[in-house]
């Protein structure tokens, strides 16, 4: 059974940092890509960022660049997402994953599976 376990989340002031962890086991996947997403309320899900089992680090929202950065374990089944200078437009329920493939725009689809959300709140 795959399993992911996501904490980190919080209530925290704009400027502020947050650090969320995601713990994936169960997983059968030789390439596989593990990462965060985010939901906005009334928004769609986006992907924010993840690592790719060959191919390294992939950032799909460009408002985060340079004020989020992923990282992991070196058996790569931890991510934790390093969230500095927080805004309000960050407020979002983080949903870490795992997928059977490399980022890009399967990440999310089949052959993913999901945490629980961990909900983030940026007061300004």
């Known amino acids: 059974e795959v399993q992911l376990q996501a904490s980190g989340g919080g209530l925290v002031q704009s400027g502020g940092s947050l650090r969320l962890s995601c713990v994936a086991s169960g997983f059968t996947f030789n390439d596989y890509s593990i990462g965060w997403f985010r939901q906005a309320p009334g928004k769609e899900r986006e992907g924010v960022s993840c690592i790719s089992s060959s191919y390294g680090e992939f950032v799909y929202v460009d408002s985060v660049k340079g004020r989020f950065t992923i990282s992991s374990d070196k058996a790569k089944t931890t991510v934790y997402l390093q969230m500095d200078n927080l805004k309000p437009e960050d407020t979002a329920v983080y949903y870490c994953?795992?997928?059977?493939?490399?980022?890009?725009?399967?990440?999310?689809?089949?052959?993913?599976?999901w945490g629980q959300g961990t909900l983030v709140t940026v007061s300004s």
């Open positions: 994953n795992v997928y059977g493939g490399t980022g890009g725009k399967g990440w999310g689809g089949d052959r993913t599976y």
